[in-house]
């Protein structure tokens, strides 16, 4: 008997334990979330970058002696720090648990990009921008397709920002050359 009683009450309490860490899992556990696994990708994907951004800017501010690259690090920690709360509301919105841990090839980056200093920064810095937007553009362009109409608005409606971003470091890293 003890051993049926015990077993009764050690299965809901597994369930419940494996539960918590699905980030698909929603914060509630009468709700789940409409997201797919690209739309959870997609957003986790998305705060990971933007908080390397606003970081790596915020370096960028301290370290680069160049106008031009400080207007830039000044625009990229206002525009990202938007767009990562506005991730976070769909986050919420969508009933999905995460957390905003940067990811350790971003922390890596940052790190040696932090070591740099002068020219050297300041180019490194621009192709890190380059590159990185080239790579967010795709992601976002591929995300106008998502079936969530969450996902795939926030996507659409900040595609041209990455954009713009992308063309004005490639304007910048140009007059580095």
Do not use: W
Not at 48 to 72: C, M, W, Y
Not at 163 to 170: F, G, V, Y
């Amino acid at each position: 008997m003890k051993t049926r009683l015990l077993l009764a009450l050690l299965v809901p309490a597994i369930y419940v334990i494996s539960s918590c860490d699905d980030p698909k899992k929603a914060k509630n556990y009468n709700q789940e979330t409409t997201v797919d696994q690209s739309g959870l990708n997609f957003i986790n994907t998305a705060i990971d970058g933007g908080r390397t951004e606003v970081k790596l800017a915020s370096v960028a501010e301290h370290v680069s002696q160049n106008p031009r690259i400080i207007r830039f690090a000044k625009m990229m920690i206002t525009d990202h720090t938007k767009g990562i709360e506005e991730l976070k509301m769909l986050r919420k919105k969508e009933l999905i648990n995460g957390d905003d841990v940067l990811s350790p090839e971003h922390r890596k980056l940052i790190d040696s990009l932090s070591r740099l200093s002068g020219t050297d920064f300041d180019k490194a810095y621009m192709h890190v921008m380059v590159a990185d937007h080239e790579k967010t553009a795709d992601l976002f362009k591929e995300e106008t397709q998502e079936r969530v109409v969450s996902v795939q608005s926030f996507a659409r409606k900040t595609l041209p920002t990455i954009e713009m971003h992308l063309d004005s470091a490639k304007a910048v890293a140009a007059t580095l050359k």
